[in-house]
């Protein structure tokens, strides 16, 4: 069985979360002068001279409508990347615990690791991308807290396949952390509808990609209500600032304009897909369920190179194990993936 409290670490166990002036103010009132801010006004514009909703409330209340989970259910980090950090930070101790994933996949769980000095086990996808379930069971030790598993996977664009998943999380009773920063653009449902079941189930998703706003760095966690009390209890009290959640409530009421968008790019991606592998540098196009496709080609940092010099940068991914020559290209606009092709083909 899974238990939280067997898997936190001691000292987030006793630790009480910092308490802002406005945690500790009820009523109401019309003047505050209880949090150092200036009451002058903003240099920056309106509003912008207090301080942010730390359990941004409005905008959780938003998001639980729309995806359909409860505002308790919901983590919001200054990107999913602040997600994957406090999930180290949540479980596991320093030089003692481990955690386990499965490349190639998504550079900063490595990195996260790194920085938490969080010791790391990797087992490698399969040849067609997918989890060697077996040999990821029999890789679990006693320190290990959390599994990263992405699906969409970056840089692969494939989905990991729904029964591997479930396997781990019946088997493991540490996090299972399922990263659906692509699930957007994907034909597969997102795990929040499984939350009820798997109290060991964390899911990250974000506004970086489908809803366009990366440059604004807002991300999500889904888990249960126990687990988002945590992350938000160890969490940087105003993480996500006001200019943030003011736009991404708006962003929140164009639904029809997210499924316009998406649309396009889907549609883009499987031109690219289909125009690709007529050309003769390029060996395979791998399937994608995301916004960018995995391709293998002859000379990848020959083409890599030459595109550069076209003033088109893609992602060079030769080096990494498991991906040996490959690029992996982000769906452009039209006219981008025309300019794409036809370069790919002076190559
Ligand atoms: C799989 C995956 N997870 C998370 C992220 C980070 O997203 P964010 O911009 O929300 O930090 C990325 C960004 O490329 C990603 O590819």
């Not at 990195?111 to 679990?140: C, F, G, K, M, W």
């Not at 996977?153 to 781990?168: A, F, K, V, Y």
């Not at 888990?223 to 160890?234: F, G, L, N, P, T």
């Amino acid at each position: 069985m899974f238990n939280l409290n067997d898997i936190i670490r001691p000292n987030v166990l006793r630790m009480k979360p910092y308490s802002s002036a406005r945690d500790e103010f009820k009523g109401t009132a019309s003047v505050f002068l209880d949090a150092n801010e200036n009451n002058l006004g903003s240099l920056a514009g309106e509003n912008y001279n207090r301080y942010p909703d730390p359990h941004q409330k409005e905008l959780k209340q938003r998001i639980a409508e729309i995806k359909g989970v409860e505002p308790d259910q919901i983590f919001l980090g200054n990107g999913s990347d602040e997600a994957i950090d406090l999930l180290f930070r949540m479980v596991c101790r320093p030089g003692q615990d481990s955690m386990l994933h499965l490349p190639p996949t998504y550079g900063m769980y490595e990195v996260s690791a790194n920085l938490n000095e969080v010791r790391l086990d990797a087992i490698q996808l399969t040849a067609d991308y997918q989890i060697p379930v077996e040999e990821v069971l029999l890789a679990i030790k006693p320190e290990t807290k959390i599994i990263f598993i992405c699906s969409p996977n970056n840089p692969t664009g494939n989905l990991i396949e729904p029964e591997s998943i479930e396997d781990i999380l019946r088997a493991f009773k540490g996090l299972v952390v399922v990263d659906e920063a692509y699930i957007d653009f994907a034909s597969d449902q997102s795990w929040t509808n499984r939350l009820q079941e798997f109290p060991n189930l964390v899911i990250l998703q974000t506004f970086s990609k489908a809803w366009g706003m990366a440059g604004l760095r807002l991300g999500l966690a889904f888990a249960s209500a126990e687990i988002i009390s945590v992350m938000d209890k160890i969490k940087p009290p105003y993480n996500i600032n006001e200019a943030t959640q003011e736009l991404a409530l708006q962003a929140l009421e164009r639904e029809e304009a997210l499924k316009d968008m998406v649309e396009e790019i889907v549609q883009e991606r499987e031109l690219l897909i289909n125009a690709l592998p007529a050309l003769a540098t390029v060996e395979h196009v791998y399937p994608s369920d995301a916004n960018f496709i995995l391709v293998k080609v002859k000379d990848p940092n020959g083409l890599y190179n030459f595109l550069l010099g076209k003033g088109i940068v893609v992602r060079n991914r030769a080096s990494l194990p498991g991906c040996e020559g490959c690029l992996r290209i982000s769906v452009g606009t039209l006219e981008e993936n025309q300019e794409l092709l036809k370069a790919i083909a002076e190559f």
